[in-house]
């Protein structure tokens, strides 16, 4: 029964004493509250909640709504595109939860503000109390964007990633070419590397990701989604995975086609290396690197697509969930090591 309020120099309090029943009781300061506010006593209209989640209301608007006291519109300002790094500390003060830390994070002010480390951090500490693995990654990498954490709780991060699949997704999704630990490149990517450096010049995307992929930052990569797949907890950990995998050899797939099985993609993968025009040229020069440019190619199809056949309409989890995947995630993980292992 405090009425707490945000300073310059701090905070105020004052002391609530019903005179009634608690609920009419607090209508009523939520009503004063609103009408001085947004000069109407019905509290949080729904058409704001909705102007603000598409990014319809003005900075001075944003602000009107914090200070409503009310944490639907709190939430509501933390989703708005008008977020400042000010705005968000009110925010942030009003109502220090994880979803809107991870709201307020992908809004370029807050990470480039002062606002934006504080959250991070938070984020980082509250991962003891996530339940959800989806929840942990999306925590681990909107906290892992660049100049929100100092070296020290990044390294802290990556050994606790060590035990917990979630956390070390949430790196390869935030940070896929700047892992912790670097792998050296593939064995043979000096001899490779002669003989793709001119397509490189020429912009062959072919050559220019598979170089990548040989390189150590992609060798760490690869071997960081062989550890995840290798024994995931949830179906969203595997098809995240999977769409991060996608997103990092989209270069060679500009066509939306996922959705694809791994039968229908190691089918599309052998007339890729016969008719793409970079692909072929790759072969020109090192026709030994058939088997590599298919295994880039499947990759770049990721997707639920390779799971449907044998996890549609099922919730299984862990040890239950690998035994059904092994169909098609065997031959999947089997294309990563084609990449990870030298010729």
Known sequence: MTLYGLLQDGEATVKLNPTGRDEKYLKSVRGFLSEKALGSPGGYPLYLQRW??????????????????????VFAVVCAGGLTDELGRRAWWAADEAENARCMLQTEAIVKGETGKV???????????ETETETMVESVRM??????????????LWKKAGRKTAYLLGFLAATPDDLP???????????????????????NRAAKLLLHLLSGKGQTFLM???????????????????????????????????GLTIEELEAEAEHYISNDVEAVACLERLPELEKELQAMRI???????I?????????????????????????????????????
């Open 52 to 73: 603000t989640r598409q990014g319809q209301m003005r900075q001075d608007s944003l602000e009107q709504l914090l200070l409503l006291g009310d944490p639907t519109a």
């Open 119 to 129: 959250l991070a951090k938070y984020l980082v500490d509250h991962l003891a109390f």
């Open 143 to 156: 906290a892992l964007q660049p100049g929100l954490l100092d070296e020290q709780l990044r390294n802290d």
């Open 181 to 203: 630990e670097q792998q050296a490149a593939r064995a043979d990517y000096a001899h490779l590397s002669d003989q793709l450096v001119p397509l490189v010049a020429q912009e």
């Open 224 to 258: 960081t989604a062989q550890k995840i797949l290798a024994k995931p907890p949830t179906q969203d950990i595997v098809n995240t995975t999977l769409d991060v995998i996608r997103y990092y050899c989209a270069a060679i797939r500009p066509e939306d086609d996922s």
């Open 299 to 305: 990759l770049s199809g990721s997707s639920y697509g």
């Open 307 to 343: 799971l449907r056949p044998v996890l549609a309409g099922s919730t299984a989890l862990g040890s239950l969930m690998r035994k059904k995947l092994q169909p098609v995630m065997g031959p999947y993980q089997e294309q990563i090591s084609i990449l990870t292992r030298a010729c």
